[in-house]
C-alpha cells in the first residue's frame, strides 16, 4: 500500500533563517506530487505542484522554492523565512484519478 | 476561474442531529467533486467523490450527490457522532480548467457536542 511522509512533524524558525522541508512517498511511481500551506483560519492554498522529476509548478510567487530530486521525493525550501510563512504544510500525492489526493500529517512550521 | 464556495462555520451540533454542510461550485466542463475531511493537527483524507452528474458519493453514514442543475454537492449525514468533530473541505477537479488539480473551499469546521 502507498504511504506518504513528511519532516519534521514541527518546527519553530526564526525570522530569516533557511527552511527545508521533506515529504517521501512509498509503494507508488511518478506520482503526481502537491505541497500545500494552510494558514491559521484559513484555506488551502496550493503552492507547488510536480508532475515528474525537477519538473515545478508554482502556483504562488513568494519566497518559498520546491525541488524533486528523486521519483518519490519532493522538497519546499525557503532561503530566508518571514513571519508570513508560518503555517501547516501539507504534501499530498495524486493516484490516476484527477482529484484523488492523498495527504501527509503535516509539518507545523512556526516563525519568531 | 473554476471555484468552490461552501458555507462558513462553525457548526455546532449535538450528538445524533442532523448534518448539512453546503457546497457550489463554478466550472466549465464536467468537474469531479470532492469531500475532505480533516482531524484536528492531521492531514487531509479523502472522505467521498462523485465523477458525474447525479453520482451519489458516500462513506462512513456521510452522503453528497452531484446535482449539475444547481452545481451542488452537498454533504449530509443523518446522525453525527463527537467524533466527527473537523473541518470539512468540499473541492473539484477539472482538467480542462486546472490540469486536474484540487480547487479548495475554504472548509466548515465542524463540533459535535455530546
Known amino acids: 500500500s502507498q504511504t506518504i511522509h513528511q519532516w519534521p512533524a514541527t518546527l519553530v524558525q526564526p525570522v530569516g533563517s533557511p527552511l527545508s522541508l521533506e515529504c517521501t512517498v512509498e509503494?507508488?511511481?511518478?506520482?503526481?506530487l502537491y505541497w500545500y500551506r494552510q494558514a491559521a483560519g484559513r484555506g488551502l492554498q496550493l503552492l507547488f505542484y510536480?508532475?515528474?522529476?525537477?519538473?515545478i509548478s508554482s502556483e504562488v510567487p513568494q519566497n518559498l522554492s520546491a525541488s524533486r530530486p528523486q521519483d518519490r521525493q519532493f522538497i519546499l525550501s525557503s532561503k530566508k523565512l518571514l513571519l508570513s510563512d508560518s503555517g501547516f504544510y501539507l504534501c499530498?500525492?495524486?493516484?490516476?484519478?484527477?482529484?484523488?489526493?492523498?495527504f501527509g500529517p503535516g509539518t507545523r512550521l512556526t516563525v519568531t | 476561474g473554476d471555484s468552490v464556495t461552501q458555507m462558513e462555520g462553525p457548526v455546532t451540533l449535538s450528538e445524533e442531529a442532523f448534518l448539512t454542510i453546503n457546497c457550489t461550485y463554478t466550472?466549465?466542463?464536467?468537474?469531479?467533486l470532492f469531500w475532505y475531511v480533516q482531524y484536528p493537527g492531521e492531514g487531509l483524507q479523502l472522505l467521498l467523490k462523485?465523477?458525474?452528474?447525479?453520482d451519489k458519493g458516500s462513506n462512513k453514514g456521510f452522503e453528497a450527490t452531484y446535482r449539475k442543475e444547481t452545481t451542488s454537492f452537498h454533504l449530509e449525514k443523518g446522525s453525527v457522532q463527537v467524533s466527527d468533530s473537523a473541518v470539512y473541505f468540499c473541492?473539484?477537479?477539472?482538467?480542462?480548467?486546472?490540469?486536474?488539480?484540487?480547487?479548495f473551499g475554504k472548509g466548515t469546521k465542524l463540533s459535535v457536542k455530546p
Open positions: 499530498a500525492w495524486r493516484g490516476g484519478v484527477p482529484g484523488e489526493q492523498y
Open positions: 473541492a473539484l477537479a477539472n482538467y480542462g480548467g486546472s490540469q486536474g488539480n484540487l480547487i
Open positions: 509503494g507508488t511511481s511518478n506520482p503526481n
Open positions: 462523485a465523477t458525474k452528474a447525479d
Open positions: 466550472a466549465t466542463g464536467y468537474p469531479s
Open positions: 510536480s508532475v515528474g522529476i525537477g519538473q
